[in-house]
């Protein structure tokens, strides 16, 4: 049995955090990730930029780092004053190098098969690897993989599902009908952006949606158009013709949203398609229905940009992110329930963890029914990240210990980099006494 001061299993944006600050800590750490690279909704999700989350944020050693390093990459940039635009692909070497200067053990491609909890304490996991070789100490023959229980002092659930507490039976605060929409997030290469930039900005005045900046002769923007009523979209008149013309469905038409991506010139990431039909994203059926519409719709607005935007004629579905973007799931009953009434009044805590004003965003899978409402700033204390069933399993990430309204502002990536420094320094605490 291999012991460490603490395992991390989820090697997203929380559990990175985590795993990094751990290492830095001088903590034995281990952080098991079922894919074959780091980053979760960066990575594997396409998840960019990192959203700004106020200028009073804590914890946030772990997101200079990686921007740090994705700048000596050639992977980041500055644009509208945030830090936090990252490139996709260049984020699994930066993450990589981050590990490894921080002394943090990484086992890739494994599966969690079991854990072993005795006096409310998690003892061991057991783990499965298919790929990379690792000592064992039992062989499961029937099962056809290698198989290793790992021991530690502490354990930190960042599968964004709370796999880990599922598995230990921990209490779940999710309630029926709580879920947000979906998304599966994709890039077009092939883009002319100075074509395109040059059209956007003449036909969107509105710069609280069309953003534009040519930062050392690499150009940046976004846009955005939703069907929703709460602007004069000036878009809505190609998305209209376009779903009259029957190239989109108004199913389609529901969410859109671009940004370019530093170190890929010619490249726009979109934040679409947004599946509103299957929002169970803890259902394999769901799962599978929205991933099926969701391509069918990626293509369509393949279509659509080479149409309708100039400088898109020969553009080309590039990469479409392997994992959907998730907004809530599970989330474990912890030792404290952080609501939307602590959330609006600022509550203050004596063990802070994240402090943010991200507004509350709760997507909707009806029109006119979103929630994006800004409040002051806001502190999570680190007992909302401990189980209340299991005495030394933390959480970090979406899956914390809050109700639906409050998780709807603190799931955001800018938060999670929080909490997963916020809970490896407790840790580093607790092993210290």
Known sequence: MNNYDVVIIGGGTAGCAAAYTAGKLGLKTLLIERKVHLGGTITSG??????????????????KALTAELRSLGGQTTFQDNSGWFNPELAKIALDNLMRKANVEVFFDTH???????????????ISKEILSVSTDE???????????????????????????????????????????????????????????????????????????????????STAYTWDKDKDWALKPLFEDAVKNKI???????????????G????????????????????????????LL????????????????????????????????????????GKYIY?????????????????????????SNRKNNSTLKAYSDYQLPIEALMSADIDNLFVAGRCLSADFLAQGA????????????????????????
């Open 339 to 363: 609501t939307i009434d602590d959330l609006k009044s600022g509550k203050k805590f004596e063990h802070p963890v994240v402090i943010s004003n991200y507004p509350v965003d709760v997507h």
């Open 139 to 221: 062989l499961d023959m029937e099962k056809k993989h290698l198989s290793v229980s790992i021991g530690a002092r502490y354990f930190v659930d960042a599968t964004g599902n709370c796999e880990i507490g599922k598995i230990a039976n921990c209490k779940f605060l999710e309630k029926d009908k709580e879920f947000q929409p979906v998304t599966l997030r994709f890039m077009m290469g092939g883009v002319d952006l100075k074509t395109f930039s040059e059209w956007l900005i003449e036909f969107d005045k509105d710069r609280n949606v069309t953003t534009y900046e040519n930062n050392d002769g690499c150009i940046h923007l």
């Open 294 to 333: 969701a391509r069918q719709n990626i293509y369509r607005y393949l279509i659509f940009c080479r149409k309708y935007f100039p400088g898109f004629e020969n553009a080309y579905i590039s990469n479409i992110a392997d994992m959907l973007g998730v907004r809530v799931s599970r989330r474990i009953r």
């Open 112 to 126: 969690i098969i079991g854990v072993k909890v005795e006096d409310r304490k998690i003892k061991r996991i057991k």
């Open 248 to 262: 989109l469905k108004r199913y389609d038409t529901n969410y859109f949203q671009i940004f370019t991506v530093p």
């Open 410 to 433: 603190l799931r955001v990536q800018a938060s999670c980099f929080s909490m997963g420094v916020g809970v490896a320094k407790y840790i580093r605490t607790l092993v210290s006494r």
């Open 264 to 291: 890929m010139p010619d490249t726009v990431a979109f934040n679409c398609p947004r599946v509103i039909d299957y929002n169970n994203s803890l259902e394999v059926k769901s799962i599978s229905k929205a991933l």
């Open 46 to 63: 396409l998840v960019i930029p990192v959203m700004k989350s106020g200028s009073n944020q804590i914890n946030t050693e772990f997101r």
